[in-house]
């Protein structure tokens, strides 16, 4: 779940920031997960990173359209509950 927390992160802010957010610490980031790319890639839509981040944009354009706010961090709480902070 961590990893798509993180894709969908890097979509929010390109959608508002502009395409190029995140773009050089993305892939160095993804390679920082703990499970094998392999067992997380079985669980998605689509195997290209890029590919996910499309789709994740045009869900935001579609349902937040007028959204101009930032995720500053987001994650779970030691709650187990789900946080995000906005800018």
């Known amino acids: 779940m961590h990893v798509l927390v ?8 390109r959608a508002t920031q502009g395409p190029d957010e995140l ?3 993305f ?3 993804l390679s920082k997960f703990p499970l094998p790319r392999s067992k997380i890639r079985r669980e998605l839509v689509t195997k290209n990173w890029e590919q996910m981040l499309s789709i994740m944009l045009d869900y935001k354009r579609k349902h937040f359209a007028n959204a101009r706010r930032i995720v500053a961090v987001c994650g779970y709480t030691p709650r187990e509950t789900f946080m995000v902070a906005w800018k």
Request: charge should be negative.
């Open 6 to 13: 993180f894709v969908a992160h890097v979509a929010w802010n």
């Open 23 to 25: 773009e050089e610490t």
């Open 27 to 29: 892939q160095a980031d």
